[in-house]
């Protein structure tokens, strides 16, 4: 079946450090692939997404690339701010019928 | 433009009860999906909705079930109540086409303890 796989957190980064969240997936045909953020006490909210190969989705100073030759979307951001701090989520989609299989999440944690 | 709004946000229930929570998608909304948050399972998408036939279906037990009403709102009920359903519940929405690139927006949720 379709899955992704996150890595471990929580992610613990100085203000301004360059951020990496790893995500592979499993998913049979072409999924759609997002990352979404949660924040604390909120729902998840839809950061990037990319729809095929080679696409790159970008907000907010975050980027991923959807690399099919290697099932990855890795998240990363070049400059990481104390607001930053939440929980990052990869997820995709193969059906367009808004199911989505989520990661188990990664918490980033950015101090001054 | 309102986002999604899910009642009540809080919510406390004995085991072996039931409850009915509520998702009033973003206006011209057609699909609504429900998901479980838990610390140990994470995120799983438990069923969708689009004009009021249920689309898409989890692997949750019989006691999870939901329906959507004519205005696109949805409720999900959950009967005889477990200690494991203990749970943010989240709902998403979005306009219903069956388009690969559909954003799903989702609202703040509802934290249910069954004590």
């Known amino acids: 079946g379709n899955s992704v796989t996150q890595m471990e957190g929580p992610v613990t980064l100085s203000e301004e450090a360059f951020l990496t969240i790893n995500c592979t997936y499993t998913?049979?045909?072409?999924?759609?692939l997002f990352w979404y953020v949660q924040y604390p006490g909120e729902g998840l909210q839809l950061l990037l997404k990319?729809?095929?190969?080679?696409d790159k989705g970008s907000n907010k100073g975050f980027e991923a690339t959807y690399r099919k030759e290697t099932t990855s979307f890795h998240l990363e951001k070049g400059s990481v701010q104390v607001s930053d701090s939440a929980v990052y989520f990869c997820?995709?989609?193969?059906?367009?019928?808004?199911?989505?299989?989520f990661g188990t999440g990664t918490r980033l944690l950015v101090s001054p | 433009k309102a986002g999604v709004t899910q009642t009540p946000r809080y919510l406390i229930k004995t085991r072996g009860q039931q409850v009915t929570l509520s998702c009033s998608p973003i206006?011209?909304?057609?699909?609504v999906s429900w998901y479980q948050q838990t610390p140990g399972q994470g995120l799983q998408f438990l069923f969708e909705?689009?004009?009021?036939?249920?689309?898409n279906k989890g692997n949750f037990p019989g006691r999870f079930s939901g329906r959507q009403f004519s205005n696109s709102r949805s409720e999900m009920n959950v009967s005889t109540l477990e200690l494991g359903d203990s749970a943010l519940y989240l709902c998403?929405?979005?306009?219903?086409?069956?388009?690969?690139?559909?954003?799903?927006?989702f609202g703040q949720g509802t934290r249910l303890t069954v004590v």
């Open positions: 206006s011209g909304h057609r699909s």
């Open positions: 998403a929405s979005s306009p219903g086409q069956a388009i690969m690139n559909t954003e799903a927006f």
């Open positions: 909705y689009f004009s009021e036939t249920q689309r």
């Open positions: 997820a995709l989609s193969t059906t367009g019928f808004q199911k989505l299989v």
């Open positions: 998913a049979t045909g072409y999924p759609s």
């Open positions: 990319a729809t095929k190969a080679d």
